[in-house]
């Protein structure tokens, strides 16, 4: 995603090569993919991909994490058969294609896909994550899905809803320091409005010298300065889930 000066600069990182134990299937008028633990729950994550796509090898390697860690977890297509982002297409038209798949317009989705949750899933508590577009998404669906339990929002662009801070549901908010798309000085004004007007539990987390991306896209085993903020990262994420689902 980008900021309101520059064109996203995303790359796609460390491209995982990762399979994924679940299972994609079709929920409503999209397709998901969804992993389910061995043992039965009634605790669900809806997972927001970011502007790579549904399919990502890496979105689906956190949504099978948080299925280790006892959540059934599905990750839809929130561009709805829309062709996700490819790093090989030319940055200059980006503003134009991100146009046409707005963060702020996923309630149609998020509604057939909690259906789904509960009708054939047995979910009962239902939270959300999303990165980068995801994470914006995570945002707007805090401030008015009455449905959702929590939120988590990982690096999600802040200037897309820098109006909004009447958050319904706790939310975490994960940022890295180095972070070319969301300055620090976005966050930190993130920071004064959610304490001037936020009335649930929220925290917003700035981890040392990490850039766009980092919780879901960077390698720790080719990464090994940043692996102690990928795990904490990614630790961070399931233990606020576990403590409002």
Request: include cysteine.
């Amino acid at each position: 995603m980008a900021n309101e000066s520059r064109p996203c600069p995303c790359d796609i990182g460390d491209r995982f090569d990762y399979g994924g134990r679940g299972q994609e299937v079709q929920v409503g008028h999209i397709k998901a993919y969804i992993c389910k633990p061995s043992a039965s729950t009634d605790k669900a994550v809806i997972v927001i991909h970011d502007i790579f796509g549904w399919q990502l090898s890496n979105t689906r390697y956190i949504a099978d994490m948080l299925t280790a860690n006892g959540y059934i977890a599905i990750c839809p297509d929130f561009f709805v058969g829309q062709e996700a982002w490819k790093p090989s297409n030319d940055w200059a038209t980006f503003n134009d294609w991100v146009k046409t798949r707005d963060a702020g317009k996923t309630d149609k989705e998020v509604d057939v896909v909690l259906k789904y949750l509960k009708d054939q899933c047995g979910a009962k508590k239902i939270g959300v994550i999303g990165f980068c577009w995801g994470g914006a998404a995570v945002q707007h669906l805090m401030l008015k899905n009455p449905h959702l339990k929590t939120g988590v929002s990982l690096y999600g662009v802040i200037s897309r809803f820098e109006d909004k801070h009447s958050l319904l549901h706790p939310t975490f908010f994960i940022f890295g320091e180095k972070d070319n798309i969301i300055p620090l000085e976005q966050v930190t004004l993130l920071e004064q409005k959610l304490k001037q007007n936020c009335k649930v539990d929220y925290e917003v987390k700035v981890y040392p010298g990490q850039t766009h991306g980092f919780v879901h896209r960077k390698r720790e085993d080719i990464n090994p300065q940043d692996k102690p903020f990928i795990e904490e990262g990614r630790k961070d994420m399931i233990n606020w889930l576990n403590k409002y689902l």
